[in-house]
């Protein structure tokens, strides 16, 4: 019994001067896989260690040092995106109309597909090029994402980085669901489009 | 008469047709719109298209972001020295 408790002390202390080797760069994939901003992960990492150095007075032991580490890192992430400096730069959107507009006729033209961007029959396309292979449309959504705006990547990153699901998801971004909907959908149909001519018409 | 309940009932754009595909994927649809999609489905190509493209979507960005897991990033040697000695100072 004894020694248990002394194995779990030891083993829940802080150990500062081992975090770099420890932690750092496992850290820094984890801020640059939800901000995709390199320099922003870096500062956000050793922000990470600051903090804990000054609270490390409150580090109870109760965790284990990396999960506190990283509690404190999902914070930063989370003030960042909350931050009204980030809220600030982010670009808005165009209103739906226009930008449906782009893809549709008015309702009242019939509300088609206009001609030039009607989806193509992707099997066709597929079978007559020998480059569209798995690595190659992992590289094309790579760069199709890099091209939506940042308020609608984010929906991506929540869902498949984080797997909230779509009541977290609108919490977290402080918008209605049938806004999430309109949302994903918009994402995808720019996506689609993107794809179309970045991987199939290399 | 058989026109207004075809306006009234059946009825969808485009545009509509594709956002109930989302939706279709995302959560569920009610028994009206499953009826109404399908409908649109049977008559317009690029839709049934669009349909099918949304499912290979999809899949690939679950796997895009499920093998964009492996650690990719570094901090470079100076940068992680610079770090060391922040950390040091601070301790």
């Known amino acids: ?9 030891k083993e829940n202390t802080l150990e500062p001067s081992l975090w770099i080797s420890r932690y750092a760069d496992a850290m820094l994939n984890f801020a640059f896989r939800r901000t995709s901003d390199l320099t922003l992960s870096e500062d956000l990492v050793q922000e990470t260690f600051l903090s804990a150095l000054k609270a490390r007075d409150n580090f109870k032991g109760n965790s284990q040092e990396k999960t506190w580490l990283y509690a404190i890192l999902e914070n930063k992430i989370t003030d960042h995106f ?29 509300g088609h597909w206009h001609e030039d961007q009607k989806p193509k029959n992707w099997e066709n396309l597929a079978e007559d090029d020998p480059t ?5 449309l992992s590289n094309a959504i790579e760069n199709c994402l890099k091209k939506l ?10 869902k498949h980085v984080e797997a909230y699901n779509s009541e977290k998801i609108c919490k977290e971004l402080d918008i209605t669901s ?14 689609r489009a993107c794809l179309e001519t970045n991987w199939f018409e290399l | 008469m058989k026109l207004n309940l075809y306006q009234k009932y059946l009825r969808l754009t ?12 995302e959560t569920s ?5 499953k009826l109404k999609l399908r409908f649109h489905l049977s008559l317009c190509i690029p ?13 690939s960005i679950a796997r895009f972001f499920k093998s964009s897991t492996n650690p990719t990033q570094q901090f470079s040697a100076k940068k992680k020295a610079d770090l060391e000695k922040i950390i040091d100072q601070n301790s």
């Open chain 1, 132 to 136: 569209t292979d798995g690595e190659a």
């Open chain 2, 47 to 59: 839709c049934t298209r669009f349909a099918k493209q949304m499912v290979i979507l999809e899949d």
């Open chain 1, 82 to 110: 909350r931050s009204s400096n980030y809220r600030f730069q982010k670009q808005k959107l165009a209103i739906d109309e226009v930008f449906f507009s782009h893809y549709f006729e008015s309702k009242e033209q019939g």
């Open chain 2, 14 to 25: 485009c545009q509509e047709a594709t956002l109930l595909i989302t939706k279709r994927q």
């Open chain 1, 149 to 158: 705006p940042q308020k609608l990547a984010r929906i991506f990153i929540l």
């Open chain 2, 29 to 33: 649809l009610t028994p009206q719109e």
């Open chain 1, 1 to 9: 019994m004894m020694s248990e408790n002394t194995g779990v002390m």
């Open chain 1, 178 to 191: 049938s806004n999430y909907w309109v949302m994903i959908h918009r994402a995808k149909l720019q996506l």
